[in-house]
């Protein structure tokens, strides 16, 4: 069982849980590969708060809450009253009434936080402006399904100091995979979220590297990941900061400056031709897709775990 009630951080999660995810993961994935009917969810509803639009996010939510025999709502901002003259906590306390799990995509990262604290239910953060946890448990999943370990192993992030890349910090450190990022001048990570990935890296004994030189962090890499350069909400900076990241940009002169095996990932969407180059993203080495996918599998792992330990709770 996690330790945790919800997942809003990675750095919440104890190595135990991280590994009792990907085990649940595995056997998760391989029911639906065979075609098993798995249905321990039946009967049960998840509610998804989305201020931000989505193409996987939502529909790997969507999909694995059916796989698993429940059902999911679909929230936009302007589906509920949310922030228009009723409190988070309100939401909160009457969605708890009907549903029994709530996954929230938004701006503010104090939502998810606030949500979570006034829910009698599980909540799962499907991205916020400070962390995209779902993701980076994804992108770790991938990496462990194509190299059979994780110890050891070196990220290197190219772009922007961001969500994906905080999530990426927190989970790395966690399990002991090694992590260099490299970001232009004024776009590094958070400082308070380097500190505390720091303090799990001593734990693990991994290493955390922030540097202006994409070259010096791709060195013997095994994955090279990158985002885009202007996430949403930044769109009127979005032409200044492609003068600023074209340096960043992830293609085959880059990529050549690493190891011949080394994996390529982006979270997508991709804009193409700007953080990274056709030829790498569709190249032998990509594993973006399996990301993508890995992201239904994971997150069923989230809501199996995380609703069916709710409700033995208030069976107690």
Known sequence: MLKVENLISIHELSVEDIKLIFKTTADLKEKQKKGEEFLPLKGKTLAMIFEKPSTRTRVSFEVGMFQLGGHALYLNAN?????RGETIGDTAKTLSRYVDAIVIR??????????????????????SDLLHPCQALADIYTLFEHRGQLQGLKIAYIGDGNNVAHSLMYGAAKVGIDISLACPKGYYPNQYITEK???????????????????EAVKNA?????????????????????????????NKKLVDA???????????????GEEITDEVIDGPNSVVFDEAENRLHVQKSLLYLLITASEQKKKK
């Open 79 to 83: 589906d509920i009253q949310l922030r």
């Open 106 to 127: 938004t701006f503010d990262h104090n939502n998810v936080i606030d949500l979570a604290f006034q829910a009698d239910v599980p909540v799962i953060n499907a991205l």
């Open 197 to 215: 990935a720091m303090e799990d890296a001593k734990h693990s004994k991994s290493k955390i590297v922030i540097t202006e030189d994409p070259y």
């Open 222 to 250: 095994d994955v090279i990941y990158t985002d885009v350069w202007a996430s949403m909400g930044q769109e009127k900076e979005a032409a200044d900061r492609k003068k600023i990241f074209m340096p960043y940009q992830v």
């Open 258 to 272: 690493s190891k011949k095996d080394v994996l390529i990932m982006h979270c997508l969407p991709a804009h193409r």
